[in-house]
Every structure is written in C-alpha cells, then in structure tokens.
C-alpha cells in the first residue's frame, strides 16, 4: 500500500487525502482487533489449522487485510477498474476459502470481514471525496 501511495503521487506535494489507503489499512487492523476481542469468539476445533494461539476466530484478519489491500488498489489505481474489481473479488473468495478449508474460521467469520471491509473501504472512499473537495475549495 505504501509502495503505491509513493509510485502514484510522487510527483506532487503531499497531501492528507494521500494516506487515505494507508489509514485504511491501519483502520482495518484496529476493527479486526477490536472485533475479536468483543466478540471472543471461538475457532473451529477440526479442521487442518494447527492451533498454536488462542486468538479468537471473528473476524477473519486474512481476509479482511486481503480485501481491504484490494480497496487500496481501487484508491490508488484509476486504470481497468473492472478487471481491478474482478480479481480482487476472486483473491479475497480464494482467501476466504483457504481459511474455511484449513478449518481455521467459521463461514461466518470470513463473510463478516468481507462486509467489515467493504464498510471501511466506503468509509475510506468518503472521507478521500471529503478531503478531496476541501482540497479544491482551498
């Protein structure tokens, strides 16, 4: 995400709205922590998953991260959006379901951090509009 930011803008003074991929990186791995700590929710116990931490199993941090890379992309990347679009959808499905494949979520889990992260990436998209009318305005 940091590469693209730098890749993407470099040619230009920074700005605020420019860490609006990185806040949301951050952002998703804040939600997910404290998510799992509300939740406590247990993992499945069969499955291929070796357990050797006793982290609780809502939400999925694989996939939420996975996804929410693929909201960066979106920021970042104006060109081929339906492609962009098309392969993030299959990664995070292919993400998803390793994790339900190893046993190391429940169903629920990895779609709960799909909408955990589709939610983040709209609030994300928001406040980059925001910040990129204010930017005009000034």
Request: charged share 15%.
């Given at each position: 995400?940091i ?39 247990v ?9 050797f ?28 959006r339906?492609?962009?679009v ?25 779609v ?8 983040l990436?709209?609030l994300?998209?928001?406040i980059?509009?925001?910040l ?7």
């Amino acid at each position: 995400c940091i590469v693209l930011i730098f890749r993407q803008y470099w040619t230009h003074a920074w700005y605020l709205i420019d860490f609006v991929p990185l806040a949301l990186m951050v952002g998703a791995g804040g939600v997910a922590t404290v998510a799992k700590l509300f939740f406590d929710r247990v993992r499945p116990s069969s499955g291929l998953a070796i357990q050797f931490d006793l982290e609780p199993s809502f939400p999925s941090s694989h996939v939420a991260f996975v996804a929410v890379a693929g909201g960066c992309l979106l920021l970042v990347y104006s060109g081929k959006r339906v492609l962009t679009v098309f392969l993030i959808m299959l990664i995070t499905a292919f993400t998803a379901f390793e994790r339900l494949l190893v046993g190391a979520h429940w169903f629920t889990d990895v779609v709960g951090s799909m909408f955990m992260a589709v939610g983040l990436f709209f609030l994300m998209k928001f406040i980059e509009e925001f910040l990129a009318e204010r930017e005009r305005v000034m």
